[in-house]
């Protein structure tokens, strides 16, 4: 029940402050040998075992984690659930894919069955990697977004997500028009926004496949109700670019075209943001308009490389995210996109270190949600999310740690290896998922 307490003892790693703002190894919070006390959905106590377990009531027994390391729940600022069935789809780039794969795809969805079926199995699949709060594309049809809402809602985990509106340049089957988006889009936030731990994100799919009156309707849908969410793409590819420029010519750029229907604003995550030049930054920081970084999208798409020490400049630090971007991107799993989002820093010239890493898919995705002040941190009165990584996962894993000399070096080499699936995931103070021979799922 909600008065249980219930206790996590391990190895806990967590961030205090931004490390792209203040020095990396102050922001950590590390406790060798710590403890999470929960109760009510939230963390009540935390702190080194020694001093921290006299918050124990009588009788409650910690769940101990060795080999592992205990950190906030991780945070998807990008993903797209129906596109499980054809992640990892050969050899196009963006405006061919969406047209060979993503389409086809998604029309299965007009089927509810297959809607639930679908987002039972990724949610689940998401959980398994340790993610507890993920921004989500559904289909055009409102029942996609019914189908995940209701599953998230069985799990209590804080989710956003919203039916995607598009209205023109797709296949007939997959397009709403503006007036209908709307209302599908208002209704849907009414029934789910704010429901339990469940969020709406008004999804216009992107500029190419919505008309100038759709993106209004999306900003007046935002204008009416401004605590929804935004989500959509933003300077994905050049070839897409290009596109945006010729179909809004009166336009000053890509970011423009959504500034012009009032879709930069608080709660707002951009996908990829990659061709972005310094005017489009000073606006989203401004704005607190947030980016989503999707490194493994990227590359498996060649879409380009994301600015992400550019983005978070101290002089006009933008929100940024870690996604996925599953089925552009190639793993469910953000401890794998962190060794990916190693690769495309390194590619520009940077160095993306394991606090930097482990912020941006904790509490640098929860700025991005403006959910800082509830997920993202281990903290007293944070909404207790937790992920259990394993860092013995493979016997290649467990010898390499062995030669770990510090946290920070143990941390790298977990990103940089990339095992999927972590061990534990708590989701609001319960555990959900279990790692083993069998794995298990809180709700069979
Ligand atoms: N741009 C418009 N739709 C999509 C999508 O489904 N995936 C990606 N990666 N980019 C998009
Ligand atoms: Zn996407």
Redesign the pocket.
């Known amino acids: 029940t909600d008065s249980t307490v219930r206790a996590l003892r391990g190895r806990v790693l967590t961030l205090k402050g931004n490390p792209f703002l203040d020095e990396p190894g102050a922001c950590l919070v590390h406790h060798e040998d710590g403890l999470v006390v929960m109760q009510g959905g939230r963390v009540t106590a935390f702190g080194a075992y020694a001093t921290t377990c006299g918050a124990l009531p009588e009788g409650v027994v910690p769940v101990e984690y060795p080999d592992s390391l205990i950190v906030p729940g991780l945070i998807d600022t990008h993903v797209?659930y129906p596109?499980i069935q054809m992640i990892g789809a050969f050899g196009e780039e963006?405006l061919a894919?969406?047209t060979r794969y993503?389409f086809p795809a998604e029309f299965a969805f007009a089927d509810r069955v297959h809607a639930e079926e679908t987002a039972r199995l990724f949610l689940r699949a998401v959980l398994a990697c340790g993610t507890t709060t993920a921004a989500v594309?559904c289909t055009v049809h409102p029942h996609s977004a019914e189908a995940f809402f209701a599953e998230s809602e069985r799990f209590n985990t804080r989710m956003v997500a919203g039916k995607v509106m598009m209205d023109r340049n797709a296949p007939a089957a997959l397009l709403d028009t503006a007036e209908r988006g709307y209302r599908e889009s208002r209704d849907l936030a009414a029934r789910w926004h704010g429901r339990g731990r469940q969020l709406y994100a008004v999804t216009p799919?992107?500029a190419?496949?919505c008309s100038d009156a759709q993106l209004d309707a999306a900003g007046a849908l935002l204008a009416e109700r401004p605590d929804l969410y935004l989500q959509t793409?933003l300077c994905?590819s050049e070839a897409?670019v290009a596109w945006v420029r010729e179909l809004f010519p009166a336009r000053s750029s890509y970011l423009d075209v959504y500034a012009q229907a009032g879709l930069v604003r608080p709660r707002a995550v951009f996908?990829?943001a990659i061709h972005m030049d310094e005017a489009d930054f000073c606006t989203c920081h401004r704005a607190g308009a947030a980016l989503a970084h999707?490194p493994s999208?990227n590359l498996f798409?060649g879409?380009g490389l994301f600015r992400l020490f550019d983005a978070l400049d101290p002089r006009r630090p933008v929100r940024v995210g870690l996604g996925t971007?599953v089925?552009?991107?190639t793993s469910l799993s953000l401890v794998r996109t962190l060794g990916e989002a190693y690769k495309v820093a390194a590619l520009r010239g940077d160095k993306l270190d394991a606090v930097r890493a482990l912020w941006l898919a904790t509490a640098g995705g929860a700025e991005a949600l403006h959910l800082e002040d509830r997920i993202g941190r281990i903290a007293v009165g944070y909404e207790a999310d937790l992920c259990v990584l394993d860092t013995a996962a493979t016997p290649l894993m467990a010898h390499r740690a062995r030669y770990c000399t510090d946290i920070e070096e143990l941390l790298f080499v977990v990103m940089t290896l990339g095992h999927e699936r972590v061990k534990a995931t708590w989701v609001a103070g319960e555990p959900v998922y279990e790692a083993g021979r069998a794995e298990s799922f809180r709700y069979a």
Do not use: I, M
Request: proline share 4%.
């Open positions: 797209h596109q963006l894919w969406l993503t594309y799919r992107f190419p496949s793409h994905e897409e996908g990829h999707c999208s798409l879409s971007d089925g552009a991107g």
